[in-house]
């Protein structure tokens, strides 16, 4: 049975209580509370530094509700398989969760990701990406967006968006998916898949943060529920089992072009894109197709 | 399974040891002259004789951030690595030393590039003293199997609780075999412990955050507590020592620091690692010759044997400290720490520094002996 938002109200256990220094409307902390709620019973964090090592709190007052643990920017999927084997070997059960964003995952962190995804380490990574590196001030990181404006790319990012889910695909993962904090349920249902899966599995979520996009903290849903409309973000799961990639049931429609939205609607509520070129435009539309190109290959 | 009496190279007496404490998750990568500790235990974990997890991480960095996920679970842990390796690893060597986990980690000390070498000198460890980790120095295989043994009971104790980095020179120990006493597998076992009431120990039961933002005094108190736990450790060190010779029989000075020749003397030579051995060569050569000179060899470099060295310098007349590793723009780490122990106590007793060795440099005693001469 899909999760229904009901079911996400009466939460057994919380992951992220009150007091914690999030930014009003942070994706990436409603994205913790219910992708780490869901499991939160067995659940052991390990977060690299990134906006989430701050806005857990500190002291006595940290906000998780479960055993967090705070480590170097390039490591956390190391700390979290080391974890995961001594867990093991003392014959305890725990579901543990790599927490990263962009940065400490396709960039500094790439080659620990890989090399646990090499080892098969029984681990979930959740990637939660707002597309810039929001703790140091909103520079570029791999996973940005052609034509974004960012304070290392004040005149638009040009480089190619690194599609962190496809390279995981490559290297065998168990299981891959790709998620948005518009549709929560859905998101859910993803974590509690993952880890039914053996070995390494990874979770990429769309993560608006309105600092960086410059967007309306109010619309952090719906920016993020147009990037899935315009065909920007798609949502799919993939597993190294059957190989083939099925889209999610919210985004399936957007296969099909004429369904989507024109991607300036999505551009135009964000500040981060302000002042692109047509040529600028023209590039992201192409991005975006060559993503399309890609896990077109894996879709029935 | 009894003591066994093997010709051994460095780097099989420290797995030998680690096989013998059994530790729950090894992490590591290769690197020479470091490579076979790894690789033998690889062979013995794969091949069933050893029950702990192994991870082939992909780097350096990985190999101490897995260890140390693994001792944050309460594991008992084991990576080893050299030179270029350390220096990769170089945020954890902190961030495991300020979270004071008690990992154990075998540092076969190499030179660092450029240009490339794998040759023995301390740079690589010795850039790391300000890290929170005990380290101890060895002289010859025996040793280096006793003193990875003595590390875990020395890193487990609640009331210390600090990673220890037993060190040995590349190829010098690493690569040569010599005679090494091999003790009882149970015996090594029952003198270490087992690890089931663990320092630290994630549980999902009883959720903790370790690591979150700090304030200034908070951060304090915490490093704060690290001193204190380095200076507890001069006494931790020193009891280990005593308790391992009451068990094994094989005693390397107090713990700290071990003396050769006649406590009188007109010269003091003070050194580390294999070159501190050899000296006690020069020693017997220049006793022989009716030259009134002593050795001294600092076992742990950190704690620092401050004690011990006021000791030495208040009965001796003069210091020659013979270093294996330089701070540049200033002298080497050895002559400066004494340097620093004998200011600090009004101790007016010559320090004549030499730094020797670097990169591989062989250090014969004739060559030792003929810098004491010159300095008496
Ligand atoms: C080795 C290292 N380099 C740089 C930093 C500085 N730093 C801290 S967080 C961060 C960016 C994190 O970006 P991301 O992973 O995208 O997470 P976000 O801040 O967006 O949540 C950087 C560059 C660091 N902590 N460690």
Redesign the interface.
Known sequence: MPTTLKDLMNNPKEALLKGHFACAGCGSALAFRHAIGAIADKAVVVIPACCTSVYQGFGRGVAFDVPTINVAFASSDAVAAGIKHAMEKKGKEAHVVAWAGDGGTADIGIATLIGACDRQDNILHIMYSNNVYSNTGGQRSGDTPIGARTTTTPFGNKAQRKMVPFIMMANNASYVATASVAYIPDLVDKVKKAISYDGFKFIEIDASCPVAWKSDSADSIKVARLAVETGVWPLFEWDNKSNKAVLSKRGSKFRNKENRKPIEEWLNIQGRFKGMSDEEIKNLYADVDRQWTFLEKFLE | MAEEVVMLTGNHSVSEAVKRVKP??I?AYPITPQTAIIEYLSKLVDSGEMD??F?????E???L???????????R?FTATSSQGLLYMG??VF?TGYARLPVVMAVVNRCLAPGWSIWVDLQDSMAFRDAGWIQIYNKNNQEVFDTTIQSYKIAESKDIALPVMPCLDGFVLSHTSSKVILSDPEEVYNFVGDYSDPIIE???G??????????PD?YNKDRKDLMEAMERAKAKIKAVNKEFSETFGRTYGNGLIEKYGDDDADLTIVGIGTMADETQQAIDMLTSEGLKVNSVRVRTFRPFPTEDIIDIAKKNHKLLVIDRSVSFGHEGHLQMEIESVLKRNSIDTPVIGKVMGLGGEDVPYTRIAKVAKENL
């Open positions: 729950d998750v992490a702990s997890h991870i082939r991480v992909e780097s960095h990985s190999a951030a897995a260890v140390a996920g693994a001792s944050w679970a309460g594991a842990t945020e954890w961030w994630i549980d999902t009883k959720p903790f955050a370790y690591g979150s933002i700090v304030m908070k």
